[in-house]
């Protein structure tokens, strides 16, 4: 339930009303914005009586919030919210960021060259995963802390914020150490233990679609992040599983569109899981991009034919540095740009 309050109503008015829910046992979530504040509450509200709140002094209007998911809807909160992973680097505004590196950090002079490399061509953020969910055990399954080291050393040499994947709750509160952006995977999309975890650690997030998980599922997973006081979701469209194995997943670009009708939260396309293959990957990035993405997050490796993992679907450096040339002049076409990118 949303009570929408008069742009005239006080503070008192605003604190009259969460007083009013708070002795109905609730928590009132007052969310000033621009031109009034709403106020939200979420849990049982067959118990709440509307109409007596709506007579209250400064209510304009009482919203039941129709949607499974709350927090996370477009009905709970109209416009769209930024979220600020480190200075400059802001997904949901009009400046799209582009998220680039390696799938794995597998030394220092592989994480180095990439972290050169994508910043060179424009990227703001490094990624790369310290912490592999592989679907073997046998694969490489990340370098753990010294991959966070590796991607710390990255930071302080370049200025890039990091975005790096967390896979349970005790290695979420060590990659938060080192992240600006915690990345949960397709594979965890629904370890709600973990989401809480994320949600209650506060950081950004990069929640990934599972590739078996409709877009309702997506955002019930967002809202179980949400609901622990963590707004700082980035949604990410990774692929899905399909009958077709022309592709390794199917790329679903509607997505981006439905999933900026239903939720304010911003929603980035990774086009080299949507794809697996690298030459499939920059008509999918500029696809991704005049669909309305918020950003993109492509895996380049300096040399992919020796990556320890997804390298058929890394980009070299030159390929990465074409891509954004191309995303800039896509961007441009439906009046956005590509941030901080000038190279
Ligand atoms: C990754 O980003 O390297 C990764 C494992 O992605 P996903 O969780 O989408 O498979
Ligand atoms: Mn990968």
New binding site residues.
Partial sequence: MLIVMKPSASEADVARVCEWIRERGYTPQPMPGAQRTAIGLVGNDRRIDGASLEDMPGVAEVIYVSSPYKQVSREWKPETTMVTIAPGVVFGGHEVPVIAGP??VENEVQIMAAARAVQAAGAVAL?G?AF??RSSPYSFQGLGRQGLELLALAKRETGLAIVT?AMDDEGAHLVAEYADCL?I????MQNYSLLKTVGKIGKPVLL??G?AATIQDLLLSAEYILAEGNTQVIL?E??LRSFDSASRNLFDLTAIPIVQQLSHLPIVA?P??GTGRRDRVLPMARAAIAAGADGV?I?VHPEPTKAM??GAQSQTPDQFAETMRQLRRVADAIGRSISGSSA
């Fill in positions: 799938c794995s990624r995963g592999k969910p994947e990345q995977g397709a594979r965890n990934k679609r590739m990410c990774r692929g990774d080299s899981h997050i895996e993992s997804d």
